[in-house]
């Protein structure tokens, strides 16, 4: 009788550099005439890395009149990097889907974003706010944002934020006022502060922006970037900017009659910080509720 041995091969695990896509929340639903966002996630595998080429093409195919982001962004090794991804509606309500691509080096890949386009159906309200906010160590930030009533809404909305990784030091955020009275017709203007001291930890934080009156009530994403602190004496001056594009649009979710200053600002301040992100681009944008 012959014995022998039986051996058995572990799996190997893939190690080839590569990067992955997603979005939160993976459905979007935007009411006409308004907007809407997701939070895009880009996540290193296998010390990957480079700069991400983002694509967004719209248009009646999709339902949307333009889609805003940052572009520039850099993914370092085995690191992850968020954009909010804004989206304003074409005019045409239904379901439609938005195929996003990124692009690192040679690494492509696509997700598939399903929208639906609807009427509003009754009373309700909505945010116009930044997808990101911009600071350094030891600062205080002040963005004038709004709220905007929708079929007939009108009654107290209440602001509040919870900053995530929930760490000693972290950034806060707050409103002023934190409860607004909301009427039809005229957006009602507050003010989001963020807030750091010296030893807040450098790098990006999420926050999750609430909004609720009675049975009604919304969540928002934003990002929040911290860079080193700098003696006022070390900030430089403003610097240009240039507006390119063709397919895609960086919709401010402040006043659109101010988005330009507010850009500017936003600018500036990333280059103080010497963040990744290195263009806003601005393709078009949506008439504001005045200008309808």
Known sequence: MIFGTVGLARPVLATTPDFTL??????????????????????????????????????????????????????????????????????????????????????????????????????????????????????????????????????????????????????????????????????????TMVSTVRTTPVGDYFVAISTSSGTISHVYQAIVMVGDYRPQSEQPSPGNSTTVGNSQSFISAANVSSALSTLRSFWWLQTIIGLSIATLVVYQRRPSLNER
């Open 22 to 191: 997603s979005a939160n929340p993976s459905r979007v639903s935007i009411s006409s005439g308004y907007w809407a966002e997701t939070m895009l996630t880009f996540t290193s595998l296998n010390g990957f890395s480079g700069t991400i080429q983002l694509e967004a093409p719209v248009g009646p195919s999709t339902g949307l009149a333009s889609a805003g982001f940052s572009t520039g962004m850099m993914l370092s090794p085995n690191g992850n990097v968020n954009t909010d991804l804004q989206l304003t509606p074409g005019d045409t309500p239904g379901n439609y889907n938005l195929t996003i691509t990124a692009t690192i080096g040679s690494f492509s890949h696509s997700l598939v974003i399903p929208i639906t386009v609807s009427p509003i159906s009754g009373p309700d309200f909505t945010t116009r706010l930044w997808g990101s906010y911009s600071t350094l160590q030891e600062r205080n930030i002040m963005t004038q944002e709004e709220l905007i009533s929708l079929g007939g809404f009108k009654g107290q909305v209440s602001l509040s934020a919870v900053v995530t990784p929930d760490i000693t030091n972290a950034p806060t955020m707050s409103f002023l006022p934190s409860t607004i009275d909301l009427s039809p017709g005229t957006p009602a203007v507050y003010t």
